[in-house]
């Protein structure tokens, strides 16, 4: 398992029946997670205490109870600031466990000796935008809603890398891929964090189990002559991280690369275990 623990603005207090508790900058929230199968005590008094917890309803979705927590506030991971909101569906606008393949990337793109191009898919609030702009990348971030693009503008500005060498794109990421091929653009890495389904703005479909091959090799279109990395993430229920590694080297094998599939995860304060967030695949070449 690849471990986000670094993080200082960010901790995973405790988990237990179905939820966790964190805190993010000084706010604590709790929100359902459903890998937290087991029912543990609740021994933090934060739990009664928490300044927003997110509740399902039993009609589907949900929201949130506030007490005083603000609309949006700042949090700090190195030399990076990102803006947290509570969002409908229980998201804040990062996801924390990503912090292991940020490190990842910046630490590839420093040590490359040469400047690299990154291309950003399915991009959402930019994390990994403003990642691999710290890190000295020029990046091409791209993502079909508008308002996720403008937020991830909003994390750049305040992480001091605006001024970098950056395109914000709104489109469908299959659609842009394939005119980034027909215009004869290339990538040094490509980082993806596709959904399990969604719709771009024109009403194209996503289904991953049955879109994800044909987007890979798609992709490997834009890939340069010299490739570094390719990062695909992936929170579909029910999809292995071996199964990253089998679709990842079968679209991009023959470039000579090999790939590494693992869980994420966060330590959870309470225990010190790990708390499995979804799985990465990461190309190397």
């Not at 403008?150 to 891929?177: H, L, T, Y």
């Not at 990538?187 to 993806?192: C, F, P, Q, T, V």
Request: proline content about 6%; aromatic content about 10%.
């Amino acid at each position: 398992m690849w471990v986000a623990d670094k993080w200082k603005d960010y901790e995973l207090i405790d988990a237990s029946g179905g939820e966790r508790l964190e805190r993010w900058g000084r706010e604590i929230l709790i929100r359902p997670d459903p890998q937290v199968i087991w029912d543990t005590p609740r021994r933090d008094p934060r739990w009664r205490g928490a300044d927003a917890r997110y509740r399902r309803s039993s009609t589907g979705g949900g929201g949130w109870d506030k007490r005083d927590v603000p609309e949006s506030w700042q949090i700090r991971y190195g030399s990076m600031t990102f803006n947290v909101k509570p969002m409908n569906f229980k998201h804040t606008g990062i996801f924390p466990e990503q912090a292991a393949n940020w490190d990842y990337a910046m630490a590839k793109i420093r040590g490359a000796g040469r400047p690299i191009s990154l291309l950003n898919l399915f991009a959402y609030t930019g994390a990994a935008t403003v990642a691999a702009l710290t890190a000295g990348a020029s990046v091409c971030h791209v993502d079909a809603a508008r308002g996720m693009v403008q937020w991830a503008k909003e994390n750049a500005e305040s992480s001091g890398v605006a001024g970098r060498p950056v395109r914000w794109i709104v489109d469908d990421c299959a659609k842009f891929v394939e005119r980034e091929i027909r215009r004869g653009h290339k990538y040094d890495a490509i980082i993806m964090d596709p959904p399990s389904y969604g719709r771009g703005p024109s009403g194209e479909v996503w289904k991953l189990e049955t879109n994800l091959m044909p987007f890979l090799r798609l992709c490997a279109g834009v890939l340069g002559e010299r490739p570094l990395f390719v990062i695909i993430n992936s929170y579909t229920t029910g999809l292995s991280a071996s199964t990253l590694t089998y679709v990842a080297e079968t679209a991009f094998g023959g470039r000579g690369g090999r790939a590494e599939s693992q869980e994420l995860g966060i330590p959870v304060a309470a225990t010190g275990l790990p708390l499995p967030c979804g799985a990465a695949c990461r190309m190397e070449f």
